[in-house]
């Protein structure tokens, strides 16, 4: 079981959660654009990844980061993984009502439906956040003459993990999954992954220069600012500072390495059970 | 927690157990080589992979897949995952002392050292396994001459679920990984992961048509072929039929899919908790 800290009883920071080190684009885009805020980050390595689990399962999971979080101190939520986020945020929503929770997959349509001239939207992510149809729903509900087309694009986790972020193999794998969505004159691409935007030198030549590409990372922390900016009885209540926490589910030496590679800083990890 | 079910007390079978789907490929070779056993089959989908988690948790994980094969009534434990062979059959075996546990490393160990002319010997496998060290360490202890070359290819589990057991990317990906077992002039070639045998016409003629490829699914249904001939108290004891039940811990409709495709019959898929 978690064990309250007493000593973080009275700090409260922004938490933020991912299936593992995916969710860490997230985190490099709070470092970019709200920097003063202290962070706690939560990665389940020990259940990575959860773009090819079911609903259900992902809901169990994402409650219990969720948990964690609050355990260490969090008193907003970002929840950085496209799967959980398009799987189980609703569920969170309800589960935890007096905590501002974030996902991003909303601000990532709001993008997307703000950038396409065309009407036509393409979106890449896990089997599960394609197979919920979430995107897609959102795009046309907010828009009925938006067309979208979708593609899943599973092998792209592993390469960014793998760091194999412009070899040859890489371009190849992009484009096999992007020629597709060219073929529809597509104008606007949401990356429906947090790992996504590590590919974004690889996927804006394949899908075409004139793509716009909707970085959910970026889109999200937009939001996160423009609701602080708004709500300033939550903002100054949050701890400023930069003691950044970072816990994983199961440590590993890679966590910390892709971790220190992507945010450009040292970093140190605990082990956490959830 | 596991519900024991009162049918099943009296009937024993063989268990085999595996993160995910790659297990299937000994549920394969036990169709072909030991047909006559009803078989129980655990794939912990909710947690794949293995390969890429801490030692601590794959332990943690094999006890819980082989406590829930023993309540499906298994007598004898088929450890089908070469990341939880490396870093957990001995404290499984330690765990469960009267229970028969086979695993997959030591049978490629036996089968490669059997095999090598030029004490050239190559391995691949998952970032948990080549870093345990384990095949190097036996194939050294049972010779002192040999020369052991490692390779994590951490991209064959993600291309073989994916289906893409042919395609060109494999093959690109495949030389790469391959290229400088190559030119070691190795002889022989372990598969220390049981998905990779799917791979075996990309990764012969990647490494090379005179290399002698050991597939550890082949060697421990071998070994526990032998195990039954020589232990007949046991064998007269186990189920005899087709019945073969499979549990996974995350229900998506990819394993049911794969296990038809890789098993060629249809298959019944049920979800279990652990």
Known sequence: MVQYDKILIFKRMIGIFDSGVGGLTVVREMLAQLPEYELVYFGDTARTPYGTKSKETIIKYAIEDTNF??????????????????LASEDLKKKFPNIPIFEVVMPAVKQALGATKNKRVGVIGTYATIGSGLYEKLLKNNNPEIEVYQAPCPLFVPLVEEGWLKNPETKRIAKKYLHPLRLKKIDTLILGCTHY???????????????????SAEAVVGEVKKFLAENTE?????????????????????????????????????????
């Open 69 to 86: 979080l609050l355990s260490q101190g969090a008193k907003l939520i970002i929840v950085a993984c496209n799967t959980a986020s398009a």
């Open 197 to 215: 935007p590590l590919l974004k030198p690889v996927i804006q030549p394949k899908i075409g220069r004139r793509v716009k590409l909707v970085d």
């Open 234 to 274: 939550v903002e100054k209540t949050l701890v400023k500072g930069k003691n950044h926490r970072f816990f994983v589910s199961d440590m590993t030496p890679r966590f910390g390495a892709i971790a220190e590679k992507w945010l450009g800083r040292r970093v140190v990890v605990k082990k956490a059970e959830v």
